[in-house]
């Protein structure tokens, strides 16, 4: 959960740096400060351009097919930001599988709420995978036109208030961070400037957020435990490329992540466009009506019949495990009591060896040197072949061990 949300806030904080100067650089973060100190509406969409199967996956079947569906992915809607009213709202459509997946945010100062709208895609795109969501008519109207408000203590493991200062203290670090950069990495052509993104500059980002977390109390709670296994395990290569038009404020972000062979995956490299479209329609952003915001506790509810089955199952199949390693465990100590008594019996009883089998014993015992046995060891021996011999076979042991 807290790789997603550095993530999100380094992604976040590069759209909205500000910085100061003239030429493409300056023109850059014209482009980005005025998104956030204005009103703006913009159309986007994310498509995968390309993506490309190792050697070795190359001529898999079942490799390719699954290229194509990711291929198929496309998300288009529209972002809307009001300045004054410090809300925004994010609205979009998701096509993968041959579903059509709603997905919309809205914010208003610390406050989030999710679209439940959703619900239904994923049910129907999880039946495809044969996992039991709930289906029936009755559960997923219930989430239709639902929010999840996202801000309350019971949903999101996070201190509201922490991580919005967080956020701007770190969209300062950004900032600044962008401002040192060469201005020969800011380049023009036309209308167009081009800023290349890299690893390296996506590692420095998420150690500034790290070093950032830790050195606040109230931010131990984004601080990264794991942090340099995350960052050992980044592809191998990151390369964002962002392409402005300063005319018509168009930006165009291509996103190419290349990975190591040793990550024994079947995708070599996959490369993401994004694309931020200005647009006139800019309208009031409303937030849900209080009938139309639900809590966890409510959602619960709603899938409680569904829940209780699944816990039921689960319950059973441990529950089944349990009675199956104690009867096991019963059938063993049976077992090995049975077998300790026949053992016993045969023991007690006018068990004999088989010469043939005593002469061959005798054998090996000739080789043996016993010289180094004290007279303890040796009885100690005894006793164990006792059980097992005739009385003149023990008496031949017996001298074995007496003579050597």
Same mark, same amino acid.
């Given at each position: ?62 490799? %390719? ?110 900032? %600044? ?67 402005? %038009? ?159």
């Amino acid at each position: 959960m807290k790789k997603i949300k550095l993530a999100l806030l380094i992604i976040l904080s590069v759209i909205i740096l500000a910085g100061c100067g003239k030429s493409a650089k300056e023109e850059f973060f014209d482009y980005t400060k005025k998104n956030v100190t204005e009103n703006s509406s913009n159309d986007i969409s994310m498509t995968i351009k390309d993506i490309k199967l190792t050697a070795d996956m190359k001529d898999s079947p079942e490799a %390719n097919v699954m290229i194509t569906q990711l291929k198929d992915i496309k998300v288009t809607g529209s972002m809307q930001h009001d300045v004054s009213e410090k809300a925004t709202n994010t609205k979009l459509n998701i096509e993968a599988l041959g579903q059509k997946i709603p997905l919309e945010f809205i914010s208003k100062n610390d406050d989030m709420y999710f679209s439940l709208d959703i619900f239904r895609g994923i049910s129907k795109i999880a039946s495809q995978f044969n996992s039991e969501l709930p289906s029936d008519e009755k559960t997923l109207s219930a989430f239709d036109g639902k929010y999840l408000k996202l801000s309350d203590a019971d949903t999101l493991e996070i201190d509201s208030k922490s991580a919005t200062n967080l956020t701007k203290e770190f969209q300062k670090e950004v900032s %600044n961070y962008f401002t040192s950069l060469d201005e020969e990495r800011f380049t023009k052509e036309n209308d167009v400037v081009t800023f290349k993104l890299t690893k390296k500059d996506v590692v420095v980002l998420a150690e500034k957020f790290n070093t950032l977390s830790k050195s606040k109390k109230e931010y131990k709670e984004f601080v990264i435990p794991d942090f340099d296994e995350m960052i050992k395990n980044l592809p191998k290569a990151l390369d964002a490329k962002f392409n402005l %038009n300063t005319k018509t404020n168009d930006l165009a972000v291509a996103l190419t992540s290349t990975f190591d062979k040793k990550d024994e995956g079947f995708i070599d490299s996959i490369e993401v466009l994004y694309n931020y479209k200005p647009n006139d329609k800019q309208v009031a952003i409303k937030l849900p009506a209080k009938k139309e915001i639900v809590n966890v506790k409510e959602i619960e509810a709603i899938l409680a019949p569904y829940l209780s089955d699944e816990l039921d199952e689960e319950l059973d199949e441990e529950l089944d495990e349990e009675l199956d390693e104690e009867l096991d465990e019963e059938l063993d100590e049976e077992l090995d009591e049975e077998l300790d008594e026949e053992l016993d019996e045969e023991l007690d009883g006018d068990f004999n060896m088989a010469d043939d089998e005593f002469k061959e014993l005798v054998k090996e015992l000739e080789k043996e040197d016993f010289s180094s046995f004290s007279a303890a060891e040796s009885d100690e021996l005894l006793e164990e072949y006792e059980p097992l011999l005739t009385e003149k076979q023990y008496k031949t042991i017996e001298k074995i061990f007496k003579n050597k």
